[in-house]
């Protein structure tokens, strides 16, 4: 062939491809409003909406336009150019949120090169777990689908072992999930008694290591004060100061000694929780505490109420941490928290069953919570501990649109959810679990008989 005709047909062809790319491109805005994982404007109508925990609106709709909720009400005038889904018999609730998991962080537990949630040494306070999470993790659509919306994903192992953080399920990157830039400083406080029923170390031996344990946290958090003192000398006098040496988990624990972070406590029996209090109010940190976990909160309640401090309690879902306590003493903790006046959130502190919140929760509300409660518990008291009650938790004008739409009870294992929108996209129902019981469902094996 003359290379002219060569020349020629490769002319057609460019312009048949720039036709074929107009064409796609013109129709792609359309189509984006058809298919799941796109904004909208979408409008939910004739739904039950759970506005708050304790507000209800019976017959209404949502509409939800770019990340936000545009309106909701039972009068509410659905826009023309809108995806309509009708929830007669549907309910609208907002976004679950678990206050403790280490989503994102890991994918088998067994391979240490797909765990990123425990940095080596005692003192990571400078770890950033948010550089770590993976968005394509196989955990996340499986949490999701279950109407679980923000988890406050966070480091272990160590005294001091890094910065949690706020994320939202969807998202490209770590940065396109980080809620709000919300990070809170994690502090593994130090055991003060026995590790259960193991544990056969003499009281001697529980006092000694107890003490030396305590004296290394009063020490790192000396150097901390101090080099918070000399990093505000030096920016108050540049020219005349010498900036100190760099440490880097010393510089991360800064906004907490100047009452700019919250320093989340893990704390579990009723000795530590007490200590824990004790020790933050003596280091004048008391009003940014967190309590997490405190399995035996119970029985330090009105303690932890006194000091005003909230807890992220959880596991439910666990066995009592004494043989002589009542077999669902941790299934009523956090009802019993709740009746002493301290606000409450729930976790699961897990990496891959976070789904599950939606059952840990249904635990305490029929063990003393209430379901009015324990709906509070995982939406609208972990936003107000996080600081993000702008922003999440309810179905309120302005705020994201993150929410689901169910068949029933979420707190029920028969309830199905059936739409799911996160920051107004809304996004399909799949999960590694669907696709594998639509693969079995529907296999092959290919014999013949």
Known sequence: MPFTNILASMRRLLVFLFGACTILLAASPAQAQKEPGFQGPFALTNAQIITTPSDTIESGSVVIRDDSIAAVGADVSVPGNARTIDCEGLTVYPGLIDGGTQLGLQEVGSLPETTDHNEIGDLTANMEVIT??????????????????????EPTEGLLPGEAALIGLHGYTPGQMHLNGVELTKLDFPSTGRQGPSDDRSPETIKKETEKALQSLNDVWDKAELYTEIDSAVAEQPEQRRQPEFVPAMDALIPVIRGEQHLLISANTASDISAALDWAEERGVLDQVVLSGAT??????????????????????????????????????PGLLHDAGVTVALRTNSAENVRNLPFHAGFAAAHGL?????????????????????????????????????NGDPFQPQTDVQHLFIDGYKLPLESRHSKLYEEFLNRNPGLEK
């Open 132 to 153: 770590a999470v993976n968005p394509n993790s196989v955990s996340v659509p499986v949490t999701r689908v279950h109407g679980i919306t923000t988890v406050l994903t």
């Open 370 to 406: 209430g379901k009015t409660e324990a709906l509070r518990a995982v939406t609208t008291a972990p936003a107000q501990i996080f600081g993000v009650a702008d922003q999440v938790g309810t179905i309120e004008v302005g705020k994201r649109a993150n929410l689901f739409v169910a």
């Open 296 to 333: 035996e909160g119970w029985r330090v309640a009105d303690e932890i109420a006194e000091a005003n401090v909230p807890v992220i309690a959880g596991p439910v879902m666990q066995p009592p941490s004494r043989d002589s306590d009542r077999y669902d003493k941790v299934y009523r903790n």
